[in-house]
């Protein structure tokens, strides 16, 4: 394969020794004892062996990879014994994150994540470059990516001044206003909701009971067998809850809202607005009172749920009062006009549903509003799921046999995937049809640019 012609970057020269920081570590804490006092076994020399080979490997990788713009897209060169040869199109970029890992932190350094439409999960990153030049890559790509989707490419920045952002460092970034702060998380609020939540009742009732039964049955040392693993699992989630959520900070930044969190692993992940799909205002039962909530968001490109085992990077806000919440969720969907999902009048199916949801159907209320659709669900926790018309994918009604008996129906409103799922349910069927039809108008008068929030 021919070099580039055009100037490329290599990542951080750091990266191979970030990549096995805690290998090592360990093998240096087994073998430093035994090298100072002369006396290196087979194992030690094996141990060491295959570090020198892994720092050999890593070298060789770090020299492989290269990375540069040309024309419309991100090359990313690759591979040591196979090469590799991806090809990003800026303009399918849905977004761009910054992670700094613990280790990489130490070292100022940071991994470049990107979301590709049509990629599934992460199409691809950079790892690790330091934090300025992600910073500046980030701000490059974003910018022509927006310039490309315009059709204005060579007005808004020339190719040539592009690759040379890559090559010497930002110049989309020296002329970004700073970063304005619109809602920071109350860490002591963070402590009290972790242990106000249902993952954390559910833990201690099963440690409590477990340790009871072992209890009663004389058998002291057995329940303390059983706590003890119980309570370290609960105290790891919760730790790695916190952890995560730490500090957490939601900006107003020129790609869009931008939510930074982390204690030990920070994150940047940027929120286009015109990006957004739908939202998810949440209030658990222990929360109610106090009045808290939180806030999720479905993101065109993004997966939702949680990453090997962090918390999801569709939530937006993991505790806040209810009216900040309410507010944050008006300004992520600013593109359909701001509206108040607190506005839209909602009612519940009526009595005969008592038939098909005895109990939920009291908690199931929705409504049709002048640029939302909201529905509501959740015995316990609350949660209210909202969708601008102009976001929405398509509409049916579904009827399942034994809504047919009682002659309900849903209204189900398709949208990519996340976690705002809004259904009308359990309706009269005509009611049901009528909110189809009238759904369908406004939705279609939204993309027509009739209401706010046209795409």
Excluded at 12 to 17: A, F, G, K, R, V
Excluded at 375 to 397: C, D, F, I, K
Aim: charged residues 25%.
């Amino acid at each position: 394969m021919s070099e580039p012609e055009r100037p490329y970057k290599r990542l951080s020269p750091l990266t191979p020794l970030v990549r096995s920081f805690l290998l090592v570590v360990a093998v240096a804490a087994s073998t430093w004892d035994d090298l100072l006092r002369g006396d290196a076994g087979p194992i030690a020399w094996l141990l060491l062996g295959l570090l020198v080979a892994g720092a050999v490997y890593g070298a060789a990788s770090w020299l492989r990879t290269k990375y540069w713009i040309e024309a419309d897209e991100l090359r990313v060169d690759t591979g040591v014994v196979s090469r590799q040869s991806r090809r990003i199109r800026v303009d399918r970029l849905q977004g761009i994150d910054i992670s700094q890992p613990f280790v990489a932190r130490i070292f100022g350094l940071a991994e470049l994540k990107m979301d590709v439409a049509g990629g599934g999960a992460r199409e691809g990153s950079l790892a690790f470059l330091p934090l300025r030049e992600a910073q500046d890559l980030r701000t490059a790509l974003l910018a022509r990516r927006d310039a490309v989707r315009a059709g204005e490419t060579d007005r808004a920045e020339p190719a040539a001044a592009t690759d040379e952002s890559v090559g010497s460092g930002p110049v989309v970034g020296a002329v970004a206003p700073p970063d304005r702060v619109l809602v920071s998380l109350d860490p002591a609020m963070l402590v009290v909701s972790l242990l106000l939540s249902a993952e954390f009742g559910a833990f201690l009732v099963s440690t409590l009971v477990f340790a009871g039964l072992f209890v009663f049955f004389g058998q002291i040392v057995g329940g303390l067998a059983a706590a003890v693993p119980l309570l370290g699992g609960l105290a790891v989630t919760l730790f790695r809850k916190l952890s995560a959520y730490y500090r957490l900070t939601v900006s107003e930044t020129p790609a869009g809202l931008q939510v930074r969190r982390g204690l030990f692993e920070l994150d940047a992940q940027t929120i286009a607005v015109s990006r957004v799909q739908g939202v998810v205002v949440t209030e658990p039962l222990l929360w109610r009172r106090l009045g808290w909530a939180k806030v999720d968001v479905s993101l065109a490109g993004y997966t939702s749920g949680d990453r090997d085992g962090k918390p999801s990077t569709s939530t937006v806000m993991p505790v806040a009062p209810r009216a900040t919440a309410l507010w944050l969720a008006r300004r992520l969907l600013e593109e359909a006009g701001s509206p108040d999902p607190d506005a839209v009048p909602l009612t519940g199916p009526p009595q005969r549903a008592r038939w098909v949801a005895p109990v939920r159907r009291r908690f199931q209320p929705s409504g049709l509003g002048e640029h939302l659709l909201v529905s509501r669900e959740g015995v316990l926790g609350r949660r209210t799921h909202v969708v601008p018309y102009a976001r929405v994918q398509s509409l049916q009604v579904h009827q399942g046999p034994w809504q047919r008996r009682f002659d309900l129906a849903d209204l189900r409103v398709d949208s990519p995937p996340g976690p705002v799922r809004v259904r009308l349910r359990h309706r009269d069927a005509g009611e049901a049809r009528r909110l189809l039809d009238r759904a369908n108008e406004s939705a279609r008068r939204a993309r027509s640019g009739q209401l706010p929030g046209s795409v």
